[in-house]
């Protein structure tokens, strides 16, 4: 669910995030969020925060977003930014086989992606 909340700076959304991709983020080794560009996503802008929750446990943390990348599908993400940078040990075939797994390939073509980057906001 997007929160409405407006801080200085823009907009506040909230993500909801399993407990593997939410530790990645918060130490980060995680600095690129990969979601479909749907109708929700569009809302989301540079400068805009995003609270991050964790399924398990609840926990929260914010990120403040720095650049919006969309790409027609993964495979074409992947060509531009590194795997590494989302979360991903492996190399982009297998990031794109783990990504379908969540958003299959007519999900993408019919949406596009979206690589939201992130910035710790105690880095301001």
């Known amino acids: 669910m ?3 909340n407006v801080f200085a700076g823009g907009n506040v959304h909230e993500m909801r995030l399993d407990p593997e991709p939410f530790e990645k983020i ?3 080794r995680k600095r690129i969020e990969l979601r479909l560009w749907d109708e929700k996503r569009k809302k989301i802008g540079v400068g805009d925060k ?3 929750v964790e399924r398990v446990s609840g926990e929260r943390l914010a990120r403040r977003v720095c650049a919006l990348h969309v790409f027609c599908d993964f495979e074409t993400l992947f060509k531009s930014l590194s795997p590494k940078k989302c979360g991903f040990d492996s190399d982009a075939a297998q990031a794109i086989k783990e990504m379908e797994r969540f958003y299959p390939e007519e999900k993408q073509r019919e949406n596009e992606v979206v690589g939201i980057e992130l910035e710790d906001e105690r880095n301001e």
Do not use: M
């Open 2 to 4: 997007t929160e409405q």
């Open 26 to 28: 918060r130490t980060g």
């Open 50 to 52: 995003i609270v991050f």
